[in-house]
């Protein structure tokens, strides 16, 4: 995987509502799609991972939905709350591939 | 806490200098990987070693080099240093077993580096 595009790079929302970010990949063998959180000062966190053999993944208040024909996964975040705010990076990788390429990242902020 | 250990935290040089960053991966993780964070680049991923050799290459300049020990602990190597190195540097980890098949990446602290 060389290319991943991630939409947005910013996203503001109220406590308690949905947040959304996409993610699109070129390389059609990739089997790997990992969702890190990263606050502020602090290491990036798996918080969600899928393979490609699976189309949703739940738990909890996060879920994340891959579409390997149209090569775009998606991190989904209901009831968002105040902690939330962080920057999230996807990834994607496997296949023949050994590394993950990561998007440019999502700044979201979650306004009490 | 993640268990990957990255020495030092901070490290200040000047440019044309040469400097090393250490990484110690979870114990059991045979993989360890290298990536520089900037503001404006997001996570670039550099390198990749798997017990002790290397597995996959990133965009990895050529004054930037990187080994693998025989206890797994891992170094980057950045040398003939540049204004636009400063970044942070993370190392992460995982247990790789199987080839090709990716896991759960257990990132360090990170170093920051700044280069004046």
């Known amino acids: 995987g060389e290319n991943v595009e991630q939409h947005p790079s910013t996203l503001s929302v109220q406590e308690g509502d949905s947040a959304v970010i996409k993610c699109t990949y070129s390389d059609s063998a990739s089997n790997y799609f990992p969702w890190y959180k990263q606050e502020l000062g602090k290491r990036p966190q798996l918080i969600i991972d899928i393979r490609s053999n699976v189309g949703e993944k739940k738990d909890q208040r996060i879920a994340v939905t891959l579409n390997k024909t149209a090569k775009h996964f998606s991190l989904h975040i209901t009831e968002t709350q105040p902690e939330d705010s962080a920057v999230y990076f996807c990834?994607?990788?496997?296949?023949?591939?050994?590394?993950?390429?990561f998007g440019k990242g999502t700044l979201l902020t979650v306004n009490p | 806490d993640s268990g990957v250990t990255q020495t030092p935290k901070h490290l200040i040089t000047a440019t044309g200098q040469r400097v090393t960053l250490r990484c110690s991966p979870r114990?059991?993780?045979?993989?360890v990987y290298w990536y520089q964070q900037s503001l404006d680049q997001g996570l670039q991923f550099l390198i990749q070693?798997?017990?002790?050799?290397?597995?996959a290459k990133g965009n990895i300049l050529e004054r930037f080099s990187a080994q693998q020990f025989p206890d797994l602990h891992s170094e980057l190597n950045l040398s003939s240093l540049e204004l636009g190195d400063s970044a942070l540097y993370f190392c992460?980890?995982?247990?790789?077993?199987?080839?090709?098949?990716?896991?759960?990446?257990?990132f360090g602290p990170g170093t920051r580096l700044t280069v004046l």
């Open positions: 992460a980890s995982s247990v790789g077993k199987l080839a090709g098949a990716l896991g759960e990446q257990f």
């Open positions: 070693y798997y017990n002790g050799e290397e597995r």
């Open positions: 990834a994607e990788g496997g296949g023949s591939n050994y590394k993950l390429t």
């Open positions: 114990s059991g993780d045979l993989s």
